[in-house]
């Protein structure tokens, strides 16, 4: 199911200001792509543009290729709508619908798309899903409870059951972690090592230990001052880029010199 | 060391430099207190006017208190005592015309406000009985078919400010909206008039033009209301949507507005509760009538808010029978004004405890 | 079309897509429905504006063309809404004076004196004012504060008949044009407290606290701090009050004795009446030219209201605009 995604001369703009520049990146398949690098140089805004959530945003456009499955998300007659539907994403904060119960907000992808689906086949999904977020054990006695009535772990693993419902090939995490505290991001964390084996992850994230706990490939972002865009400095295998990398500002912003 | 075995009522003698020159605090209660007694007396012994007796006990304590406070405390507090005092008067005098108004009606009310009033028409009726029967359908129709026009046009007028508008003419609507709140009622039932008219003649009196005049009232009040709820749905549920790979309309129906749901409703059942007492465009376009006439679209059409103003202007001989049912008709309408205030009260309550 | 649609939403497959089901013409279709239909309802609002100034003008046209001889009371069209005229605005005007200051009042107790728990309740109590029916308003006019205001109009007569507004004779039921501004008083409290409450609310509260950590006291800390910063927003609560008792009609129609006259005398029991009043007492009787004649005084009517309230509108809009940029 996981896809290749090919990232080519991608310029991001809102309005007239160019906010990210020239990104060229490959995200490998069944792996965890992190992107770090210092507040405001465009990481988020790059995540978004890879399923097209950028231009929700008035004003907000993209220059550049995305290809996935040989498709370009920006091809004149792509529907981002259907993007979406391959390209699921978690926020940084846990946004389960407060008007659903637990399980239709994992049943809300179908159910909003107006699929018909037989109970018993909805069931499933929701089942799966929710195994698949490792949060089955905890709500299976309370389906029908608020998705809010949750803690805020929890809440983020049912916002991860919820996207994997509508099994997409690529999952999008801006920063999934940054509103929990450190026993459900640990709980977070092992979900992301097992789900990479059925999507492509991609992560973008504050905490470079969890960068280099999770990630198998990490992208460092930088700008060069305020106003400038962001840029993709340097892309490699996790390891090397937190024991060798190759460009000195890389080095200086793992190693908390800066940023 | 000994020093500090001071005895509590002592330590209160004991003048300390951030309490020096305060009044102590009884003393405002008090001067309050004396002043309401010496008026109530002066009011029950020597049968002065009540409201004039009112005026010069605020007067008084206004006055003792200032001058009092100026003694011990310096003229800069004794100005905020006196603000304290006019600013809390002037709610109180704010209250008055509530609790008297809701005095009257009630007195006067009660006495017809029986199962006959809510039950018969005034069909036949000269003097005694009858009943407003006739005019509480009427009441109802109306304001139901106002609440099924302006509804979806007020819901949808919100959904255009908050979800696609941009630039000139949301800026252009905001303000229109707005404005139309200000419109007087009795120019929505001449609007009305003049439009149905021109079709109809100039006779034409029946339901449905009240329903529309009605409706030019209540558009605005459901706009502004339901706008303030849907921005209040935070922006992450409706990425959450767009992420799931739901389209914008469907995000905005199945997610913003459901969640805005319980809001909107409450916004809808007081925008009714404000058009229900309209009583000028009803005067003007629906007309009134003694019998029950449940057809919107046909003939004059009796309205609770008429049937109160003519039971008072036109009240028949013996005019006090038709005082009677006037008074009547204002607590029924006055009642159903606040059930309406009530229900949307409780939806809101409701359904907050819930989503929670 | 449809095929690729339903199978997509009904099993979500993706993996064994063609490419075309990246495109969704169908969807967009949906969309563009919807954001039509509520980019008509807003262009409605502004439709159903200016359809109410239409008709109106449509049916009150022939009035303002007609001669003299054939309109009500044998004057020309001007001549007969100029008395109504000034009854609407002398009537509006009392009860702005009265409830100018009193909803300023009012605002401050709920928002710096009240305490803060029964705060919300209060500014509920004032809010219900709001919720009755005017009709209600106009009996109780009638019954219980004309009546009661007898003496207080006999006292003003006697005391203070020197001064032309109080001249008198003094009205024996009190159905006067001060009784009216009364009642109108107290109908447009609700909304020029509300209007106030807000803006109060909204100051800053780095400046009320600077203000305070001087040694002011909570009035100076007021006058220093909340009031220069409510101004535009208490200007155009008192514009949006006003516009509501320039159009307010049964509380009048049932509170007033009219006469077709002008007049300063508040007291008395020849008033001006106003055109909001008017047409509901003469419009059930009316037929012919005299209809178009109320509706062209409605005419008149609207464009006041609409004055008023824009210009109240505009000012309270700018003000918002003002502030979020400085946020």
């Not at chain 1, 991609?202 to 106003?227: L, P």
């Not at chain 3, 308003?137 to 219980?144: A, E, M, P, T, V």
Request: aromatic share 8%; hydrophobic share 50%; proline share 5%.
């Amino acid at each position: 199911m996981a896809k290749r995604i090919d990232v080519s001369d991608l310029d991001i703009f809102y309005g007239s200001f160019k906010a990210v520049e020239s990104v060229n990146m490959s995200i490998e398949p069944q792996s965890v792509t992190a992107l770090i690098g210092p507040s405001g140089c465009g990481k988020s805004t790059f995540l978004r543009s890879l399923n097209r959530m950028h231009e929700v945003i008035p004003g907000a456009s993209v220059a550049g290729k995305v290809v996935m499955d040989g498709q370009d998300l920006y091809g004149s007659d792509v529907d981002p709508v259907a993007v979406r539907r391959h390209v699921g994403m978690v926020f940084q904060r846990p946004n389960p619908f407060p008007t659903m119960s637990i399980y239709d907000n994992v049943a809300a992808g179908v159910r909003l798309n107006s699929g018909r689906m037989r109970k018993a086949t909805l069931d499933e999904l929701v089942e799966s899903s929710l195994r698949g977020a490792n949060l089955w054990e905890e709500v299976k006695d309370r389906l029908g409870r608020p998705g809010s009535s949750l803690s805020g772990g929890q809440q983020q693993r049912l916002c991860i059951a919820r996207a994997i419902a509508i099994k997409p090939e690529v999952l999008l995490m801006d920063e999934p972690c940054s509103a929990l505290d450190p026993i459900s991001t640990l709980a977070i964390e092992d979900l992301i090592y097992q789900l990479k084996s059925d999507f492509t992850i991609v992560i973008v994230t504050h905490n470079m230990q969890q960068a280099a706990r999770v990630s198998d490939r990490t992208g460092f972002f930088n700008i060069e001052g305020t106003g400038k865009p962001g840029r993709l400095i340097e892309m490699d295998a996790t390891q090397r880029i937190f024991s060798n990398p190759s460009v000195k500002a890389t080095e200086d912003y793992i190693t908390g010199r800066f940023g | 060391m000994t020093s500090t075995t001071v005895t509590p009522p002592d330590r209160k003698r004991v003048q300390n430099s951030l309490t020096s020159g305060m009044l102590p605090r009884w003393v405002p209660p008090a001067i309050v207190a004396g002043i309401l007694a010496v008026g109530l007396a002066a009011g029950l012994l020597f049968d002065v006017n009540l409201m004039l007796a009112a005026a010069f006990a605020v007067v008084g304590v206004g006055l003792v208190l200032t001058v009092v406070s100026r003694q011990v405390e310096g003229a800069r507090r004794a100005k905020d005592r006196l603000v304290t005092v006019v600013v809390t008067s002037a709610f109180v005098l704010a209250l008055l015309p509530l609790v008297s108004l809701l005095i009257t009606v009630v007195q006067n009310g009660i006495e017809r406000f029986d199962g006959e009033f809510l039950t018969q028409t005034m069909r036949g009726v000269l003097g005694e009985g009858g009943g407003a029967y006739h005019a509480i359908v009427g009441t109802l129709l109306i304001t139901a078919a106002a609440a099924v026009i302006s509804v979806p046009i007020g819901i949808m007028c919100a959904v255009y400010l908050v979800e696609y508008g941009r630039g000139r003419l949301a800026r252009a609507v905001t303000l229109l909206v707005d404005v139309m709140t200000g419109i007087p009622s009795i120019v929505a039932g001449l609007f009305a008039f003049a439009m149905f008219a021109i079709f109809f003649g100039p006779s034409v009196r029946f339901g449905i033009g009240g329903a529309v005049a009605l409706s030019v009232l209540m558009v605005p009040v459901v706009v502004r209301s339901s706008e303030e709820m849907l921005k209040l749905v935070p922006n992450e549920l409706r990425e959450a949507s767009y992420a799931l790979g739901v389209s914008k309309s469907r995000t905005v129906v199945k997610v913003v507005l459901r969640t805005a749901a319980a809001g909107i409703a409450t916004g809808v059942t007081l925008a009714v509760a404000r058009v229900i007492g309209e009583t000028a465009p009803l005067l003007i376009i629906a007309g009134s009538t003694t019998r029950l006439n449940a057809d919107l679209f046909e003939g004059r059409m009796s309205s609770l808010p008429i049937f109160t103003y003519y039971s008072y202007t036109i009240p028949g001989v013996p005019p006090e029978f038709g005082v009677d049912r006037a008074w009547a008709a204002a607590l029924t309408l006055f009642v159903i004004v606040m059930l309406l205030n009530l229900v949307a009260r409780a939806i809101s309550r409701y359904f907050s405890l819930n989503s929670r | 079309m449809t095929t690729p649609a339903t199978a997509r939403s009904g099993a979500p497959l993706p993996g064994g897509q063609p490419a075309s089901a990246w495109t969704g013409s169908r969807r967009r279709t949906g969309d563009r429905i919807f954001s039509g239909t509520a980019t008509a309802s807003g262009v409605l609002i502004l439709v159903t504006l200016a359809a109410v100034a239409a008709f109106l003008l449509y049916e009150g046209y022939p009035a303002l063309i007609a001669d003299a001889e054939d309109l009500p009371g044998d004057k020309s069209f001007f001549a007969y809404v100029a008395p109504l005229l000034y009854g609407t605005v002398l009537a509006a005007v009392i009860a702005l004076l009265v409830a100018f200051p009193l909803s300023i009042g009012i605002a401050l107790f709920i928002s710096h004196f009240a305490p803060r728990k029964i705060a919300a309740f209060f500014g509920y109590l004032v809010d219900l004012l709001a919720a009755v029916p005017s009709v209600v308003y106009g009996l109780w006019g009638i019954f219980f504060l004309a009546p009661n205001l007898v003496p207080v109009y006999q006292w003003l007569e006697d005391v203070l008949g020197f001064i032309p507004f109080f001249a008198g004779p003094t009205s024996a039921t009190g159905r006067t044009m001060l009784t009216a501004g009364l009642v109108l008083a107290v109908m447009i409290l609700p909304i020029m407290t509300a209007v106030n409450r807000e803006v109060f609310l909204q100051t800053p509260r780095l400046l009320e606290e600077a203000s305070l950590a001087l040694g002011a006291t909570r009035w100076e800390m007021i006058r220093q701090t909340v009031l220069p910063f409510g101004k535009s927003g208490i200007v155009s609560g008192g514009m949006l009050g006003l516009g509501r008792a320039l159009g307010e009609t049964l509380a009048v129609a049932l509170v007033l004795s009219p006469a077709d006259v002008i007049t300063g005398n508040l007291i008395s029991s020849v008033n001006s009446n106003t055109i909001a009043a008017n047409i509901a007492l003469d419009f059930p009787e009316s037929s012919g030219l005299a209809v178009n004649a109320l509706i062209a005084s409605g005419l008149v009517l609207f464009a006041l209201t609409f004055l008023v309230n824009y210009v109240a509108r505009a000012v309270i809009a700018r003000r918002r605009e003002f502030s979020g940029a400085n946020a």
